[in-house]
T-cell receptor
Framework: DAGVIQSPRHEVTEMGQEVTLRCKPI?????LFWYRQTMMRGLELLIY????????DSGMPEDRFSAKMPNASFSTLKIQPSEPRDSAVYFC???????????FGSGTRLTVV | QQPVQSPQAVILREGEDAVINCSSS?????VHWYRQKHGEAPVFLMI?????EQKGHEKISASFNEKKQQSSLYLTASQLSYSGTYFC???????????FGKGTRLSVIA
């Protein structure tokens, strides 16, 4: 298995632009999670899906953030408009069951200038 | 509720042992441990379920004290490859996602 695949690996964008991060989970995993990592706050859960359905998006910082999972093999996290404080590493992770270990993707390092 | 990890950082010489602690203010259902190397993704090490079990992974093992709401990660005879940031992730009830601590940076030097 290729693991969890995220794209792009790096993204540099100007403030106000729309940013879309992509994730392909491991086939057969029922759960997909989006985390954001910063030095100050560590790994924060933004949203998670179970069988493509969003379960808890209370971690999404603002309405500028949205996430979708149109099918079992693809998810997107969109920021519109982007701001410098959104700069962070965004990880997607998937898991077979909620109580199992998570497999993380390589992350997307987002820089908003 | 974010778990608290200690210490924040530790430096070891090869062959030395280390203990990393993770504590929660709420009752725990399970504890996960992950290691992240610089510029890479966190990698799953092990999971401990309530019941006070202890698990091992080569020379890395962990314990879970349900009553104290704590878990400890033990690294014995450390190797250079053990360097990285170790995160605990806690689950407070059976069907909730992981909440991660802020991590413990471990540096092993020759």
């Amino acid at each position: 298995d290729a693991g969890v695949i995220q794209s792009p690996r790096h993204e540099v964008t100007e403030m106000g632009q729309e940013v879309t991060l992509r994730c392909k989970p491991i086939s057969g995993h029922d759960y997909l999670f989006w985390y954001r990592q910063t030095m100050m706050r560590g790994l924060e859960l933004l949203i998670y899906f179970n069988n493509n359905v969003p379960i808890d998006d209370s971690g999404m910082p603002e309405d500028r953030f949205s996430a979708k999972m149109p099918n079992a093999s693809f998810s997107t996290l969109k920021i519109q408009p982007s701001e410098p404080r959104d700069s962070a590493v965004y990880f997607c992770a998937s898991s077979l069951r909620m109580s199992y270990g998570y497999t993380f993707g390589s992350g997307t390092r987002l820089t908003v200038v | 509720q974010q778990p608290v990890q200690s210490p924040q950082a530790v430096i070891l010489r090869e062959g030395e042992d280390a203990v990393i602690n993770c504590s929660s203010s709420k009752a725990l259902y399970s504890v996960h441990w992950y290691r992240q190397k610089h510029g890479e993704a966190p990698v799953f090490l092990m999971i401990l379920l309530k019941g006070g079990e202890q698990k091992g992974h080569e020379k890395i093992s962990a314990s879970f004290n349900e009553k104290k709401q704590q878990s400890s990660l033990y690294l014995t005879a450390s190797q250079l490859s053990y360097s990285g940031t170790y995160f605990c992730g806690t689950v407070n009830s059976g069907n909730t996602p992981l909440v991660f601590g802020k991590g413990t940076r471990l540096s092993v030097i020759a």
